[in-house]
T-cell receptor, first 115, second 112 residues
Framework: AQSVTQPDARVTVSEGASLQLRCKYS??????LFWYVQYPRQGLQLLLK??????VVQGVNGFEAEFSKSNSSFHLRKASVHWSDWAVYFC?????????????FGDGTQLVVKP | EAAVTQSPRSKVAVTGGKVTLSCHQT?????MYWYRQDTGHGLRLIHY???????EKGDIPDGYKASRPSQENFSLILELASLSQTAVYFC???????????FGPGTRLTVL
């Protein structure tokens, strides 16, 4: 069965430091992968998406993610974190079936940015 | 700008009462979804729809009904609200040719 695991419930980084948020997925077929961001009291916004192709994908605000089939991973990275990046980040895997287009979410990682 | 909107943005309901949450999308998407989010957790799928006048059960449909009267509108109905249904509810839409979904701002429901 498909699933997404985000092993870190909370990550704390200093402003200006680099960031990696981890994501492992479980899916037998070809995965379509996403990172969403949720700012306080807001809905989820698409940060970046992976469709089969280049394993490194770029997103908004300097975020990027790298797909690894051998590790079943899709880690999110940013070179220099800004205080405005304080949010919850969700990794997700999408599958298509007959008359459905499902997305399965991880439990999210809370990013805390220290001044 | 294409968008998903939800109403109300917050609601307080009494146990046993009826609650209707509404979602409207201007994305011209075929698929629509209702999720619930509990504190500290990801999203769980309640119901979804791939065409007007048809709805499908998601992973946690018990205690919820859904209605899709048109391509743009998708409602979630709690006939007898219970304390355990206190959560934030998100609506989303998706195009049949794409894999990603686009979310509304959420409705914070408190059942007392």
């Amino acid at each position: 069965a498909q699933s997404v695991t985000q092993p870190d419930a909370r990550v704390t980084v200093s402003e200006g430091a680099s960031l990696q948020l981890r994501c492992k997925y479980s899916y037998f077929g070809t995965p379509y992968l996403f990172w969403y961001v949720q700012y306080p009291r807001q809905g989820l916004q698409l940060l970046l998406k992976y469709y089969p192709g280049d394993p490194v994908v770029q997103g908004v605000n300097g975020f990027e993610a790298e797909f690894s089939k051998s590790n079943s991973s899709f880690h999110l990275r940013k070179a220099s974190v800004h205080w405005s990046d304080w949010a919850v980040y969700f990794c997700a895997v999408s599958i298509k079936g007959n008359n459905n287009n499902r997305i399965f979410f991880g439990d999210g990682t809370q990013l805390v940015v220290k001044p | 700008e294409a968008a998903v909107t939800q109403s109300p943005r917050s609601k307080v309901a009494v146990t046993g009462g009826k609650v209707t949450l509404s979602c409207h999308q201007t994305n011209n998407h075929d698929y629509m979804y209702w999720y619930r989010q509990d504190t500290g957790h990801g999203l769980r799928l309640i119901h979804y729809s791939y065409v007007a006048d048809s709805t499908e059960k998601g992973d946690i449909p018990d205690g919820y009904k859904a209605s899709r009267p048109s391509q743009e509108n998708f409602s979630l109905i709690l006939e007898l609200a219970s304390l355990s249904q206190t959560a934030v509810y998100f609506c989303a839409s998706s195009d049949a040719l794409l894999y990603e979904q686009y979310f509304g701002p959420g409705t914070r429901l408190t059942v007392l």
